[in-house]
């Protein structure tokens, strides 16, 4: 079984004998046919250097250049020794008989099958035998050199197998690694791309449209890119954005001009949004004009209150602002409108000097608008209401709509400061009895100026200080004929007023709230307290009390006999304690208290969100001063909340302030002071504006 087979091998075209059988001894060889392809002293050198052939390998290679019908199929034998396990027998088509014979009978399967290998076309015609270069052959070792020795190959125990099988050779391909420099469209398409440039071949063979190549990104550190960025801003060129609105330069700016456009202009005016002339009007001109945008930015930043959730909103949905970069710029702006508003008025003649008339206007109008949002107390709306009379008699501005807007503003507040206003000899009065307008005021938007109804108000102050004078005198009457008989004038023109708005208008009821409360401040001027006449302490009396309101009923005061009383064993429960007692004034009138009752019921009616709160600041004052019961006043102070909510000015405090002081006054008794506030705000240093 270990003998070992020689191989011999033949130079000539030897072909094969018709009969050829292997020799049973151990010195027999096997004699096969080589093709010229084998034939060769490379192919024998290299045998000898210890190259296996591919019967020792057990390997069927078919041989070359030899028709498949002349080779023969070795068929190893299982029952033979080694000296006798190959027999080989050779047949042509015509012996077919002979071999029936032999010990080994051919069989044709799948494996006799002889694959003869496929020669690929060169695909370069100019190729050459000249050019190519022989392979390095295999070093020949040393005849003096020592083998190394070799290992014995251990047999595989059991028989031979009469078909050896084939070693498995592993055909697996050698991964790489995915390609990342594809195209665009190829990555897309997951294709394999050739990576031509610019465009790729594969794309263009497919007709898609190559979308090129990503851009190669080197990666570098922070410091790196914070450099590149750094050289970067260098080298830009440096531009400057201008504003888009003179005036309005930082987020602060549009803080302050969002709140004028979205919340305050709809607080100063009555008509809504679609007839906001603070809108129309004054932010159309001050696109145009940077001293009143600076004024209407000092104004809405002065309305706003950063401790309310509204402040406190603005704050939080901005978040590059704080609440110091906000009162900084309040500040700029107001500094900036000041020193735009100073500036020296050019010659009549100029016509520049025509279009910045209305600018002008427009920015005393904003900072009187101011003084009311801070809550001024040293009477600085004053100021500006003196510089519109002198200005206005001068100079009228040329546009009639924005000349009766302004006028009926200004107007409506220098008749409402009559009601704070103390009467000084240094200061003239800003109010005139006889005022009238430049043009008729149509369509009108406030109550009181266009239909004449503070012009009573004014007549009525002239009576007040002329009783205040006499007081101070201690004149004897304080009210002379000719005082009462005025006043008897001015109540026949207040009861023969009567107010002039479309159905389902608000300002219908607000002029019945006006008009009464024109009546109560009539009625108060005209009956001052006497010196010498004690306060009324109420009491109830034995039978019944005066009505409260023409609604209230009677409470009798009756006490029961005690028969009438009930009896039992259980214990009564505790009385609750009677309300402090309602202190009047002198020679008391219920016809006050049944006026003051109507008109806090239309202060009532009034929903919180509804326009007119703008309007009822001047009648909360006025109404408030007559209210002698604790349950009116409570009723006054949850009405100036509301307008406070609702307008946001701060002159609402300072009107409480005023009213919480006479209130005091009253609780002690002093009547004298309670008929003149206007002399009670001044003793508080408040000089401020109640409109």
Not at 196 to 206: H, I
Not at 449 to 475: C, K, P, S, W
């Amino acid at each position: 079984m270990d003998c070992p087979l020689a191989i011999v091998t033949d130079d000539g075209d030897m072909p094969w004998s018709d009969s050829h059988s292997m020799a049973s001894d151990g010195n027999s060889s096997v004699v096969m046919p080589t093709s010229p392809l084998w034939a060769n002293p490379v192919q024998t050198n290299r045998m000898n250097t210890g190259q296996l052939s591919p019967i020792s390998t057990e390997l069927e290679m078919p041989p070359v250049g030899v028709a498949a019908s002349s080779v023969p199929t070795m068929i190893h034998s299982a029952t033979s020794s080694c000296a006798e396990s190959w027999s080989t027998s050779y047949s042509d088509g015509a012996d077919a008989s002979e071999e029936a014979d032999h010990d080994v009978s051919w069989e044709k399967n799948s494996d006799d099958v002889l694959t003869v290998p496929k020669i690929e076309p060169l695909e370069d015609e100019g190729f050459h035998m000249n050019e190519v270069k022989e392979a390095p052959r295999t070093p020949i070792p040393e005849p003096n050199a020592v083998a190394a020795p070799q290992t014995k190959m251990k047999r595989p125990r059991g028989r031979p197998r009469k078909h050896p099988l084939t070693p498995q050779v592993s055909t697996n391909k050698v991964a790489k690694g995915r390609s990342k420099t594809g195209c665009i469209t190829c990555r897309k398409r997951k294709k394999k791309c050739d990576e031509a440039k610019p465009r790729c071949l594969n794309c263009e063979k497919n007709a898609v449209v190559c979308e090129g190549y990503h851009e190669k990104t080197i990666w570098k550190s922070g410091k790196e890119k914070a450099e590149e960025e750094r050289q970067k801003r260098h080298s830009l060129p440096h531009i400057t954005l201008q504003p888009i609105f003179q005036g309005v330069e930082t987020p602060e700016d549009m803080v302050f001009l969002n709140h004028y456009i979205h919340h305050l202009s709809g607080v100063l005016t009555v008509e809504g949004q679609h007839k906001n002339a603070f809108k129309d009007m004054l932010l159309q001109m001050a696109v145009e004009h940077r001293g009143l945008m600076h004024s209407i930015l000092s104004v809405a930043s002065r309305h706003i209150d950063y401790d309310t959730p509204y402040g406190i909103k603005i704050l939080g949905s901005n978040p590059k602002i704080t609440l110091n970069s906000l009162l900084t710029r309040s500040q700029f702006h107001h500094r900036a409108a000041m020193e735009k508003l100073c500036e020296p008025v050019g010659n009549e003649n100029d016509p520049k000097h025509k279009t910045s008339l209305s600018p002008r206007y427009g920015q005393m109008l904003c900072l009187l608008l101011q003084t009311l949002a801070e809550g001024n107390p040293n009477g600085e709306h004053r100021v500006h209401l003196q510089a519109y009379k002198n200005l206005i008699q001068q100079s009228p501005p040329p546009d009639n709509a924005f000349l009766i807007f302004i006028t009926e503003f200004f107007q409506y507040r220098v008749f409402a400061d009559e009601l704070i206003r103390y009467p000084d000899m240094h200061t003239p009065r800003l109010a005139t009895e006889d005022w009238e307008p430049w043009l008729e005021i149509q369509p009108a938007r406030l109550i009181g100026v266009a239909d004449g109804l503070f012009h009573y108000l004014a007549q009525i102050t002239t009576i007040r200080n002329a009783i205040r004078a006499n007081m101070a005198a201690e004149v004897d009457p304080v009210v002379d004929y000719t005082s009462l008989y005025r006043a008897a004038e001015i109540d026949s023109a207040i009861r023969e007023w009567t107010p002039h708005w479309p159905p389902g208008d608000s300002r219908d009821r607000v002029g019945l709230l006006y008009k009464q409360m024109m009546w109560v401040y009539l009625f108060r001027t005209i009956y001052p307290p006497s010196s010498n006449s004690p306060s009324t302490l109420f009491t109830q009396p034995a039978t019944s009390i005066i009505p409260l309101s023409p609604t209230s009923q009677p409470h009798s005061a009756r006490t029961p006999p005690s028969s009438e009383r009930p009896t039992s064993s259980h214990t009564t429960p505790p009385r609750a304690e009677s309300p402090p007692p309602i202190r009047y004034p002198p020679h008391h009138d219920h016809r006050i208290t049944i006026a003051v009752d109507e008109s806090l019921a239309i202060l009532d009616s009034f929903k919180p969100s509804d326009p007119v709160q703008t309007l009822l600041l001047v009648p909360c004052l006025v109404i408030g001063c007559a209210c002698f019961a604790p349950a009116q006043r409570d009723r006054v102070r949850t009405a100036l909340r509301t307008v406070r909510g609702y307008t946001g000015l701060r002159n609402c405090d300072r009107v409480g302030e005023v009213l919480e002081e006479v209130w005091r006054l009253m609780e002690r008794g002093d009547w004298t002071r309670v008929w003149d506030w206007q002399g009670v705000a001044r003793s508080m240093g408040l000089d401020f504006s109640c409109a």
